[in-house]
């Protein structure tokens, strides 16, 4: 089991029935649990306390329920049997029901708005009604054939994919896009589409962007579909490889599709089909599969974790026992915990992806029991109370086995905690504002910087001062050398120096014209970049700090990168420009343009051939631009919609952190997906990785530190 992962249950919760069917509500704090047959009832249960909040009886099992705001909305029964009711959240009364339908199958509007309901036998032609969540009043009705019989099993959910106003249905013939607010019909006898995507086969499943943009269709013969979710005109359109088995599920953000088989489960990238991982089962625990027992995959809200599980085996009238239950990072598929010998009828992550709940199945007759884990962040320290939270203003993380992670808070404080755990190793108060910070000597100490002109290293051991700096002015900023034995100031006093990371002994210091704001110092430790008052850039050699050259922007520079080869110096400035120049001479290799001020830069750990500037904007664009083909137009990664604050890589990993707001993700540059999406309370104030433990931790102005093990392989 990896680092981060779940290990245990938080809490194991029983009820009352056999479990069917299992569903958080929206804060979190509770979960609505359905009886599958033979059993009947519905209960809340508390997720901290396992408390039951409320238990009432059904006409006949659960088959589907999904909570929905103040509501949560069901199908009990199914065939000649099948209704629909909705209950209240709050106390668990029914408030509708339809038991004028014969229900087959439904599936539940994600935004919670509408239920759309597949009504009439197997054959003779089924219909599908659009009812509304709150009151189950029909909003339209199509009086044709729809498919949602697929692999041998019923999918809930299968039949629509849905927005406010889209609502998009599987047909015998495509994928038709109507609007159920405005009363639009799907035939020409009631109505017209809005449009239609025409299908070779049975769709295995579709989903809207959630801005409606797109919409994806995946079919059973594994082709792939994006269309506009406006008008229906074709994106792209590939082939995935289709694995034994019947379950598809895309991911919230739409850019992967994972195929779960009877022996294995495979994660695809949509836009090319392009296989990223397979997790496989163990083949001894693996034997006669049940569609209506096996539970499809489950990604969390935030794309970062897929819950799988294995088919199952037993008999139409008694489970045996077996199967095995996994949790992997996505959407490379990493596996992060397994539960083996865990026959599941559910997974399901509440609405931010930070708890986990299981189903494990029947222990005896009549009673179930759901277990909750946690899937958050590996450590999560909080300094300060909700009441007064001490900013963080930076952050760093160390490895070399020890896994250090240092932070500087608004209160003069500089803290080092143990990464793992969160264990604060001590507490130093610094004499000034703290302003950055830095381990140096391969996390035996490391450096903080402050506004009243005062450098200083501490020792991560003792926890005493080794030695401080005095500087004529704030220091703003400092970098480490690769090999930890030096460390550079940026200094208001309009110098840069250069530090023995041992003794603070200074090797050299270089006057500029203006206050310095930046400093970084390439990988080969031959030179450091500086960037000043002055709206320029200067490289000056790691042996006396005498300017090779500089370069003038038209605005502040906010970001500077040194190639991971030394060969280049990227800037990125308010002026809203990025310049990548070869570091001996300053030449220009290529500049990227964006639409407003560039604020962070840095550079992709591929090779010379292949090797590309990636930066950031006040708009919230990333875009990747090659050196290879300096003329070729930058390749849009991401587009946040807040300003993008950092940027940072995690050595020869193909990925880049990007801080917006309160939000960090981690995108595959070379898979052109998203790996991981990490969420804040309060905006996010720095962000720093650490090649050696592949670790990242970030600081949050509401006094949160959080240390992730970094995604990917």
Known sequence: MMT?????????????????????????????????????GLAKVDATTGGMAWNVSLSAWCQCHQAVGPNVVLQIGGGAMGVIA??????????????????QVVGIDPAGEWVAAVTGGQTGGPSILILD????????????????????????????????????????????????KAGAALYPETGSALFTVPTASDVRTMAFADDGATLTIVETNGQVTVVDGGSGSQISRCNVEEPTGKFAVLSPDRRVVALAGDLSAAMYLVSTGRCLGTV?????NVSIIFDSDQPPPAFSPDARWIAMVTAIYGTPHGILGGGEAK??????????????DAYVRAVVFNRTGERLAIVPGPLQQ???????????????????????????IGVDVTGRGIKLAAGIFSDQHARLYDAEDGTLKYDRLHPGNLTDIAFVMNGDGFVTAGTDGVATRWGTG?????WTVQHAGPVNALACSPAGDMVCTASQDKTVRCLDAVTGNERWRTALLQGVKRVAVSPDASFVVAAAADRAAYVLAMTDGTERWHVTHGGPILGLAVSPDHAWVATASLDGLVRVLASDTGALLRTVSHVSGATSVVFTADNQDNQSVISGSQDGAVLMSSLAAPGAAPVPLAHFQVPVTKLTTCGTEPSVAVAGHKMVRILDYSLRAELARFSHDAPVSDIAADPVSRLLATGASDGGIRVYPWPGQ
């Open 133 to 180: 969540t709150t009151d189950g009043k029909t909003v339209a009705q199509y009086a044709q054939p729809v498919n949602y019989f697929v692999g041998g099993g019923y999918a809930p959910g299968f039949i629509s994919g849905s927005t406010s106003e889209r609502l998009a249905v599987a047909t015998e013939t495509g994928v038709a896009v109507v609007n159920p």
């Open 462 to 466: 003792s926890g005493l001062p080794a």
């Open 4 to 40: 981060g992962s779940p290990a245990s249950p938080a809490i194991t919760i029983s009820v009352p029935f056999d479990i069917g069917t299992l569903d958080w509500t929206d804060d979190g704090a509770h979960l609505v649990v359905g009886a599958t047959s033979p059993a009947t």
């Open 280 to 284: 496989t089962w163990d083949p001894g």
């Open 327 to 340: 949790l992997a990072a996505a959407p490379v598929p990493s596996l992060m915990a397994e539960f083996p």
């Open 86 to 103: 909705g209950h209240d959240l709050g106390t668990g009364k029914q408030i509708w029901r339809r038991g004028d339908l014969t229900v």
């Open 366 to 392: 009549g009673t179930g029991l759901i277990e909750v884990y946690a899937t958050g962040p590996m450590t999560e320290i909080a300094v300060g109370s909700a009441q007064s939270p001490v900013q963080v």
